[in-house]
């Protein structure tokens, strides 16, 4: 089963490798999706939704509402922000019965990354 939960953050940023109207200093609200894959336990539920949310707050939102993003990240891109954001989760989020599955971070309403771990330097197909 994939279990979720959204969270939603504000933080600004310059993207300094991209030539455009985003290397200018701005802001967003962010939405944030984390999914965790599992087996119901003996309970019936593969993580409490109340040990998701406070996961996730105080390993990322703690860290990433009202921030300027470039003293975290050298480019914060949406992409860079996800993988970021799965490094913060993907240990506290590892048990017997269940693991993180994947995230994704919109940037607009209609902008969005998915990220589920996997990275290929140098792919070509």
């Known amino acids: 089963m994939l279990i979720s939960k959204e969270f939603t953050f504000d933080a600004a940023h310059r993207l300094m490798k991209y030539k455009g109207k985003c290397e200018n200093l701005h802001?967003?609200?962010?939405k944030l999706r984390v999914?965790?894959?599992?087996e119901p336990n003996d309970e019936g539920i593969v993580i409490d939704f109340l040990h998701l949310k406070k996961v996730?707050?105080?390993n990322v939102v703690?860290?990433?509402?009202h921030s300027y993003l470039n003293d975290i990240l050298e480019q914060p891109t949406a992409e860079?922000?996800?993988r970021w954001i799965w490094e913060?989760?993907?240990n506290p989020l590892r048990s017997n019965s269940y693991s993180l599955?994947?995230?994704?971070?919109?940037e607009s309403t209609s902008s969005f990354v998915t990220?589920?771990?996997?990275?290929?330097?140098?792919c070509s197909e």
């Open 27 to 30: 802001g967003h609200t962010y």
């Open 35 to 38: 999914t965790v894959k599992g």
């Open 56 to 58: 996730v707050e105080e």
């Open 62 to 65: 703690a860290y990433l509402d």
């Open 80 to 82: 860079n922000l996800a």
């Open 88 to 90: 913060q989760l993907v």
């Open 101 to 106: 599955h994947e995230v994704i971070v919109w």
């Open 115 to 122: 990220y589920r771990g996997e990275y290929f330097e140098g």
